[in-house]
């Protein structure tokens, strides 16, 4: 097949030149590449011929490697890539520019779309020096991207353009070219040689230029000028030339403007003379002449419109065209000269001010809208100048919406309100003068509306206020509520002594105003009271001699100091709030005792209807928390409770509530604890013969009223004083099957509005004895240890009331001791018997009194060490004498005793050195 083929091609090319073949789409002939071409590579692929080419070239046989190329572009069919290497073989190897020329613009190849044939083509052409054909081709190379430092092309482009005649185009290209490659000599020499052509032919049109300036042609000279500027190299004496020729004509034209501008202001054309000196001075911007003529000029023509603008405002004014007046004057303002001055007599002087400090403070934006209110603004000050205030307000307060924060606006509102304000104080000091008059007259009433008259109508014009108005009101109507409370007091008063109520009457008093209760008349019902009382609870004081002095201190005997006795079984004592004072209660007795010289300093015998120790009647008595010259007596019996003063000197009833509030209800367990610093008794209630519901009242001490209520799901009772607070100690009402479940509690800490605030719960385990109600409490501060004795509840269920156990409470309600037989705390056969006592030396350690009974029967007391319970050491009484009661404020221990066996009382201190009783 392959010789077949190279057979065809063979016969093709030999056939006879009559018959010439034809040229195929690459423009190349069949006959065109050699025979043995033909007969050695008939059958190799274009891939493999331009190799064959490459290694002909290599051995320098380019007709081979021609022949080959050909042959491999006529198998491709006219491949670019083949066509594009036989071309680049022909121009930059071979020399056949012909040849190549006649490739490259065969149908085949497509130089448009590939720059590579473009170059090649252009080459091509120049090389045959067929410069006309190349041009274009150079000029459509340079628009594709070539690389960068690719100056070649346009080396030729310039030299082209040069040879043409088109030096701008030159210069470009070859300037192109020098920015690709600087070191492209070719583009270097060429593009000076090009430059300095142009030069040359400049300078002779410069020449010619100066020349026609010379004769006066400015016009030729201006021609030849800008064909030269518009070459593509500046030129520098064409550009100063041309400046000259420009500044030659300006200064004709503003020659010519002057003159034309001196005329018409001789000819008085003001308007037409300033047109022309402006455009002289547009001609010649820093000419001094035309500078001064058209400022002069400037102010003439300003001077005369400002004083027509003025003239024409006057005339708005006086016929009353104010809006108008503004306009103009606004107008006259806005060009106003300097150094001009408006006429003080100007019709609208004051209208002109105005405009122009709206015009300063405001801008000219808002004049049209606030034209109309200036106006009313001009009358209203016009107004106040002829002193007029009343019609300038209502005038101000029609300009005030549209002209907010203008300062002659706020001047004038602050003139129109210092004249109310001085009308008002006027005015308001003439209700204050008849108020005056009126107190005088003592008609109180017609006195405060007259102040108060004058206090409104100071307020109202903003006037301040008025002397002492307020004070004088405050004192009439002081002494006006005094006189009403005077009216009702008394009313009542009257009612109270007329029911005989006297104590409620004191109380009522004491509560009054100190002005009302100085009232004579108040005074007289007060004695009155006093007098009743006395005569209802007497009291009759025995004076005392005081012993010596070197026996203070030494022990109390009633008999040998003549004090009366008591009974033995129901006296009681109490010790007072600061430790100063004792009292011994027994019946209608009441002795008071200082605990320091341990003298009995005052002896009372109260009236029968008071009593301190009657069994069943007494279930309080104690001294008043917060006040402790007050005593506190609760008689159920009674249904009272009684409040007594004791002093130094005087013992008497200051007061008497009815208990009926509390004892209200039937089959109830009571008890009562006192709560200073409210004032209050505190009752708690519980149902004898069930576990609950327990009811807590307080009643007030100031009043007998009942202040407060609370109710409980369960039962509470034996209300005690927590040692050191001002809260109580409560039981809760045992319960056994409840004691292990959560918030139960064996007792707790409770405040006066019944509020449990500390509960302590003491289960079985820990408590062996199970607690049935706290019989003493007391506490040591320095331990922080709650020591108490209780009841309690033996293993058959029964309660133990004669032989109380002991129990101690540390920190946490954690047990420290819990014991149903105490005595093991005692030597020998000693049982304890009554209420624990904490002694806290100044200067020891703190001690635990047990007072005891002996086999015999004989009263003493253990002292132990607080801390651990350790025996410090025992003290009995005398043969005979009875133990009635233990009192301590702390660092001293007193025992009250019955030394012989009948009602006559001992007074004894403890003495810790020599650890025996003082007598």
Known sequence: MAKKRTAQRGSKATKSPETP?????????????????????????????????????????????????????????????????????????????????????????????????????????????????????????????????????????????????????????????????????????????????????????????????????????????????????????????????????????????????????????LEQALEHWRAAGHEAPNDEEVRAAIERLEQRLAAEIFHDSLERGAQAVRDGRFEDAIHAFYRAHGIRPAGVEVRADLEGRHLYD??????????????????????????????????????????????????????????????????????????????????????????????????????????????????????????LRERLQRRDEYVRLRARLLALAEGERWFALCRTLAEAAPALASDPELVTLREEAKRAIDARYPVKLTSLSPPPPNEWGLGLDSRANGLPDIDRAHARVLHSPDGSHLLVLSGPLLVQVCTQKLTACLVAEMSEDVSFGMKGELVLLGYHPREGSRLALVSEAERNLTLIQVTEDEVQVEDVFDLDALLTGRNLLRYYGLHGPSERLVQLATPRKSNGPSKLKNLSLKDGRIVHEESYGYGLWNLLPYPNTDLFAVNRVPEPALCRMPGYFTFAMMDYRGRLVRRINLPPEELPEPMERIRSITRCESLDRLFLTYDYYDAMGNIVRNHPALLVLQSGDRIFYQSAAPEKLLSGKRLPKGPLRILEPRDGEPLLILPYSNAEGVPGISVLDAAELKPRFELEFDEGETLHSLHTNGADLLALTHPYGDGAWRLRKLDLNTRSWLC
């Open 354 to 475: 105005l405009t122009a400090d709206f015009l300063s403070e405001v801008g000219a934006r808002h004049l049209e809208r606030a034209a109309p209110v200036l106006a009313v603004l001009c009358r209203a000050e016009m107004a106040i100048a002829a002193d007029k205030p009343e019609e300038a307000a209502p005038l101000l307060r029609q300009a005030a919406p549209a002209l907010g924060g203008f300062r002659r606006l706020e001047s004038a509102q602050k003139v129109i309100a210092s004249h109310i304000r001085k009308q008002a104080l006027e005015k308001a000091q003439a209700a204050y003068d008849e108020g005056r008059a009126h107190e005088a007259a003592e008609e109180t009433e017609a006195a405060i509306q007259s102040y108060e008259r004058s206090l409104t109508i100071a307020a109202e014009g903003n006037a301040g206020g008025v002397r002492d108005a307020e004070t004088r009101i405050a004192t």
């Open 21 to 269: 073949a034809q040229p195929t789409v690459t423009g190349l002939q069949v006959g065109a590449v050699a025979e043995e071409i033909l007969s050695d590579h008939g059958n190799e692929s274009p891939a493999e011929l331009s190799a064959a080419a490459a290694r002909a070239e290599a051995e320098y046989d380019y007709e081979r490697a021609v022949n080959l190329l050909r042959l491999a572009v006529l198998e491709s069919a006219g491949a670019p890539d083949s066509v594009e290497t036989l071309a680049r073989f022909l121009v930059e190897t071979y020399g056949q520019y012909e040849e190549a020329v006649a490739l490259l613009r065969s149908r085949a190849a497509k130089t448009g779309s590939r720059p590579a044939l473009t170059r090649l083509l252009a080459d091509a052409l120049y090389l045959l020096e067929r410069h006309d054909e190349a041009y274009p081709h150079y000029q459509a190379l340079v628009r594709f991207r070539t690389p960068p430092e690719d100056s070649e092309p346009w080396t030729r482009l310039g030299l082209l353009s040069a040879e043409a005649g088109d030096e701008a185009a030159a210069l470009e290209a070859l300037g192109e070219a020098l920015r690709r490659n600087p070191a492209d000599r070719v583009a270097e020499q060429h593009r000076l040689r090009v430059a300095e052509s142009l030069a040359s032919r400049g300078g002779e049109r410069i020449a010619h230029a100066r020349e026609a300036f010379g004769k006066g042609d400015t016009a030729g000279a201006r021609t030849i000028l800008g064909e030269v500027l518009a070459g593509p190299v500046p030129n520098r004496e064409a550009t100063h030339l041309m400046r000259e020729i420009e500044a030659h004509e300006a200064q004709e034209r503003r020659d010519t403007l002057v003159t034309a501008a001196q005329r018409a202001e001789r000819e008085d054309a």
